[in-house]
């Protein structure tokens, strides 16, 4: 949320890329494009055909304004060339239980939040936001698969003091790297729909500054405000 708050409040003192000592990016989230079953469209480029049919007819869940989720759907509407409806709710909960009621057309979703309902065929799973497929839903696609260059997804990192010495920042980016890569680790991870990320003090500076300019932009583009 840090790269998102950046843009999203106009007066937020900390800054994200200035203020912390990145140390390792631990883990992201994908999100799955997940739509209710009364929804005509079984594959990825059926639900855009289906959207670009009908601009600004189907409803959009998210967990809020301003959220990760939304700004998964923001983006793919920008790169798919679809308009939605957004509908937020307070949560992904709530979001889950209007869509499996019919409410709302399309949730992007924590994986997390809509195994059970995927696994149940209550909702059905169109692709996934990461640029590899997840394994835990090893025959959904990839929504880059069909729209180049999509990727979304929330993540979690590991940062220090601005000033923390150099040599403490290494040796804990080396920790973490090493239970990262334990399969224990991996498999935790997997469980709670969650991808090891991983790499160096350097990789994860760049990311933060990735992202932050990434979200930034489609806030501007959604004229996103915060509630």
Not at 16 to 33: E, H, Q, S, W
Not at 74 to 101: D, Q, S
Not at 119 to 126: P, Q, S, Y
Not at 166 to 184: F, G, Q, R, S
Request: proline share 7%; hydrophobic share 45%.
């Amino acid at each position: 949320m840090a790269a998102i708050n950046a843009t999203l409040f106009d007066k937020f003192n900390f800054n994200f890329v200035r203020d912390i000592a990145p140390i390792v990016l631990i883990m992201r989230t994908p999100f799955v494009i997940v739509v209710n079953p009364s929804v005509p469209a079984k594959t990825l480029p059926e639900f855009i055909a289906y959207a670009k049919a009908h601009p600004g007819k189907i409803n959009m869940a998210s967990g809020g304004t301003g959220g990760a989720s939304q700004l998964a759907g923001e983006l793919f509407k920008v790169m798919a060339g679809v308009e939605m409806t957004h509908i937020p709710y307070r949560g992904g909960g709530p979001a889950a239980t209007n869509l499996l009621g019919g409410q709302v057309d399309v949730f992007f979703a924590p994986v997390s939040t809509v195994m059970q309902y995927i696994k149940a065929d209550k909702l059905r799973a169109l692709a996934v936001s990461s640029t590899t497929r997840f394994q835990e839903l090893p025959d959904v696609p990839t929504v880059s698969d069909f729209v180049s260059g999509y990727e979304a997804s929330y993540w979690i990192g590991l940062g220090a003091p601005k000033k923390t010495p150099e040599e403490i920042v290494t040796k804990l980016n080396k920790e973490v790297n090493a239970a990262l890569a334990t399969p224990d680790m991996q498999a935790r991870f997997a469980q709670q729909g969650a991808i090891v990320a991983g790499g160096s003090p350097s990789d994860f500076e760049k990311f933060i500054s990735d992202e932050t300019q990434k979200w930034g932009k489609i806030i501007k583009t959604a004229n996103i405000k915060p509630e």
